[in-house]
């Protein structure tokens, strides 16, 4: 996949907590996009652990680890509805042609967001393959007969999900910058021992 030129990489992202799966999705869409833009937000399918707050300064942490130029938390895109973010990123820029990220496990739900055929107007659709999610050509026709312009991104995202860390906590699910502040504060029951 060839970005375009002054194309921006949109990645909002639940981060409940982020994973080695964020951070190694992060890292590669810097190989291949001039800008790459995340943000933690409120998913209105899922129920978060912890409070939106606390996820952003995760998400921060994470950022500050892979500390590249080309990346940049934009906090103030966030919004539980995927319309709202590209309006504000239109509004931040815009001349910019725009990439929406998301995991092959996301790939379904598209023609049932909000305001579909506008985001797909205004976006490409750039998705990442994600380990045991396939995805189906029924599924990207669904995205393309809505107006939907899809992108394939040439990686693969290490299993490593949000969801598995809640279900059972374990340190090497996540990275190690991060782990001080779980133990601190005794999130997802991560305890501090010390």
């Known amino acids: ?20 799966g964020h951070e190694a999705l992060l890292s590669e869409l810097t190989k291949i996009f001039p800008k790459v833009i995340t943000w ?10 912890i409070p939106l707050q606390k996820r952003t300064q995760l998400l921060r942490i994470l950022v500050k680890k892979i500390s590249h130029p080309k990346l940049e938390l934009v906090q103030e895109l966030s919004s539980p509805r995927t319309i709202i973010t590209i309006k504000k990123a239109l509004q931040l820029w815009p001349d910019a042609n725009f990439s929406f990220v998301i995991g092959s496990d996301l790939a379904v739900q598209i023609p049932k967001w909000l305001n579909a055929k506008s985001i797909l107007d205004n976006a490409r659709i750039a998705i990442a393959m994600r380990d045991g999610w396939p995805i189906s050509e029924n599924q990207l026709e669904k995205i393309e007969k809505l107006g939907g312009e899809i992108d394939l991104l040439p990686f693969t995202i290490p299993e490593s999900s949000s969801s598995k860390f809640r279900e059972k906590p374990q340190k090497i699910l996540v990275p190690q910058e991060l782990v001080p502040l779980l133990l601190e504060e005794n999130l997802y029951g991560l305890a501090d021992s010390r």
Request: zero cysteines; aromatic letters at 4%; a positive charge.
């Open 1 to 20: 996949m060839k970005a375009k030129i002054n194309s921006i990489a949109l990645f909002g992202t639940s981060a409940d907590p982020p994973t080695l």
């Open 40 to 49: 933690a937000s409120d998913n209105p399918d899922k129920k978060h652990q």
